[in-house]
């Protein structure tokens, strides 16, 4: 996981031609034009999702949608095997994978991040939750990314 340490504000300077002896007209248009450029945005050599808090703080988990999807066989089979004294390994890991550990995993990753540095993991999602000031400073201080494999 990468991090960007808040807005990047590029300046693109644009530096006019130098002036042409034939082509007076060209000249004047030329020096009514904005000599520089502000633009933010961010280029990497990396694809990438940007995680809207605002949104829900569940943008953080790293599969959502596919969580959805698994959870629901996954908990039958964790009911299933409730009437047997030992869960399978496959379980098991399927259980480290998807549902609510692998939500924990992403808040512990998260948790090493400077934006949510010095919060607990199991804080993290409550202050989401409750305290759009919180959310406010991070949104203006950083941009949260997910990089695709």
């Known amino acids: 996981m990468m ?3 808040g ?3 590029n300046s693109l300077k644009i530096k006019p ?4 002896p ?3 007209s060209h000249t004047e248009h030329q020096s009514s034009r904005p000599t520089s450029t502000t633009t933010s945005m961010i280029i990497t050599a990396w694809e990438g999702e940007t ?3 605002k949104k829900s703080p569940k943008e953080l988990w790293t599969n959502e949608i596919e969580d959805e999807g ?10 299933s095997s409730l009437f047997h004294p030992a869960p399978s390994r496959h ?3 399927q259980i480290s994978t998807f549902g609510s550990i692998s939500h924990a995993n992403d808040l512990r990753y998260w948790s090493k991040t400077k934006a949510f540095l010095g919060l607990n993991p199991d804080s993290i999602l409550d202050k989401l939750d409750n305290d759009p000031g919180f959310i406010h400073a991070l949104d203006s201080r950083f941009i949260l990314m997910r990089w695709k494999d």
């Open 91 to 93: 379980l098991l890991q």
């Open 7 to 9: 807005l990047f504000n």
């Open 22 to 24: 034939h082509l007076r």
């Open 17 to 20: 031609d130098p002036p042409s």
């Open 51 to 53: 995680i809207d808090l």
């Open 3 to 5: 991090q960007a340490d």
């Open 70 to 79: 698994r959870h629901k066989p996954l908990m039958h089979s964790i009911r």
